[in-house]
């Protein structure tokens, strides 16, 4: 099997691996699914994940998010070679260490992307996010109004359900529901921009010139959210050369960096919802900070 014949015939790669015609080499790919590097017949290396219990969509979902943010041809995406309800294979990434060139590099195409826009605030296919299902519905805005419903509400009642958040948890974040507008400010004037969605550090690919984009939750949302999560879980290496690079091609609306634990909270909910109540505490220090 080589790249041409993966490409044309994608459902033969669970027959190619089970016959150990194909060399397979684990890497890390998180906690939700398995990742190989697979090195074909010709030489050429692709990367794999795979699960064999994932729910309808799930890699379909991934698919599109990741050709999406590609048709602005403005960041680093892999190129999807194939894609199977248990399976997605990419094209493969040769990683390297963080620099600040590759980070200023990246915080300029990071502005490109998000320019690029969405035509509302969602996307026309489900989502996922980790595991869990990701409500793409599509709306023009108010931005604050659509982020609550469904990227913190959903989130929330999970959290709460498996116990992960208590009671006075969930009064918290619920103060800061009722004050999202508020806590928007001007920023929620903003058009959809095209974004990651879950962009914290461990999506990140650096490679020897620049950095790219992976495991993605894509959708029209905004573009402060994607920014926001870099700085979490121990930060993106070089945050300022990316942040001052993004700013010379999209400069931000004042007051974004108090926004930071607003948009944050989005994805620590879904790590309460995921992994249960080792962010309890994070969860209710982003909400106090929006008191």
């Not at 997605?88 to 260490?97: F, S």
């Not at 573009?223 to 979490?232: G, I, Q, S, V």
Request: hydrophobic share 45%; charged share 20%; glycine share 8%.
């Amino acid at each position: 099997m080589d790249l041409a014949y993966l490409r044309a015939h994608p459902e033969r790669i669970p027959v190619m691996l089970t016959h150990q015609r194909i060399r397979e080499t684990p890497v890390s790919g998180g906690s939700i699914c398995s990742a190989q590097r697979l090195t074909l017949d010709d030489g050429a290396s692709v990367f794999a994940k795979s699960r064999r219990d994932a729910p309808d969509g799930f890699f379909a979902a991934e698919s599109s998010g990741l050709q999406w943010l590609g048709q602005a041809q403005a960041i680093g995406i892999p190129e999807v070679i194939a894609a199977t309800p248990t399976m997605l294979v990419l094209e493969w990434i040769e990683p390297a260490p963080p620099s600040a060139k590759a980070a200023s590099r990246f915080g300029a195409e990071l502005a490109a992307l998000h320019r690029s826009g969405a035509t509302a605030f969602g996307a026309p296919w489900p989502g996922y996010i980790g595991s869990l299902p990701l409500d793409n519905t599509q709306a023009s805005g108010p931005w604050s109004a659509w982020f609550s419903e469904y990227r913190l509400m959903p989130y929330l009642r999970r959290s709460v359900d498996n116990g992960a958040l208590l009671a006075d948890d969930a009064r918290l974040v619920n103060r800061v529901l009722d004050r999202i507008a508020d806590l928007a400010g001007e920023a929620d004037g903003e058009a959809p921009s095209r974004i990651h969605g879950d962009l914290w550090p461990g999506n990140l690919v650096w490679s020897s010139d620049r950095v790219w984009l992976v495991d993605p939750a894509a959708h029209g949302g905004h573009r402060e959210t994607d920014l926001a999560l870099l700085a979490l879980f121990g930060g993106i290496p070089f945050r300022s050369a990316v942040i001052a690079s993004y700013s010379e091609v999209f400069p931000l609306a004042p007051g974004w960096a108090e926004r930071v634990p607003l948009h944050q909270l989005y994805l620590l909910l879904v790590h309460t919802a995921l992994f249960g109540g080792a962010y309890r505490d994070a969860v209710c220090s982003a909400a106090r900070a929006l008191s």
